[in-house]
C-alpha cells in the first residue's frame, strides 16, 4: 500500500490559504512576508519531490498549479515528471498543459493507495487534504509552521466531530527564523 502524504505551509494557529500568493486572501503570500528567508528551512520540500511516487491535487489547487508548475522546471522538476491526480466532481477534463487523472471521488484515492509505487504527496488542496484526513486515508503528515497567527482562513483540519486521532513525532527541525519543520506519522 502507498503512503498518503499530506504537506503543508501552515500558520501557528492552523491556516494554510494562499501561502504564496495567491489572490483572494487577506494574508495572501504570509510566507514570504516579515520572516527571513533561510533556504534550509525548505530543504523538506527538495525531499518531498525525490521521496514521492505520484501528486494528488484537488481541483482548485490543480488549477492553480497547472499554468504554472510547468515552467518551473529547475523548482518542480520532480513534480512535472511524476504521474498527477486531481480529486473532482465538476472537472471536465485536464489541463494539457500539465496533464493529471481524474478521480471522482475519496473512494478512487483510497484504490489509488492500494496500487503499487512510491507515496503520494498531497499538495494545498485544503479541502481534499480535511476530506482525506477524515476517510482516514492519510498517513503522513509534513508541515512547515510559520511563527505567524493569521485568524480567519482555509485551515488545514476540518472541524468534523470525530474520534480522537493520535500522531507520532517523528522528525522536527526549529530554524532560526522561527519555522519549525514537524513530520508526523498518523497511528493507525
Known sequence: ?????????????????????????????????????????????TREQEEAGALLLGRKSYEAFAPVWPGMVEEFAGYNAMPRYVVST???????????????????????KETEGGPISVHGSATLGQSLADAGLVDRYHLLVFPKLLGAG???????????????LVEHEVYKNGIQMQVFDVVK
Open 90 to 112: 465538476t472537472l471536465q477534463e485536464q489541463d494539457e498543459r500539465w496533464p493529471a487523472t481524474i478521480l471522482r471521488s475519496i473512494d478512487d484515492v483510497a484504490a489509488l
Open 154 to 168: 482555509k485551515r488545514l483540519f476540518s472541524t468534523a466531530d470525530k474520534d480522537a486521532q493520535i500522531l507520532d
Open 1 to 45: 500500500m502507498r503512503k498518503l502524504i499530506v504537506t503543508a505551509f501552515v500558520s501557528v494557529d492552523g491556516v494554510m490559504e494562499a501561502p504564496g500568493g495567491e489572490p483572494g486572501y487577506r494574508n495572501s503570500g504570509w510566507t514570504f512576508k516579515d520572516i527571513e528567508f533561510l533556504p534550509e528551512a525548505y530543504d523538506i520540500k
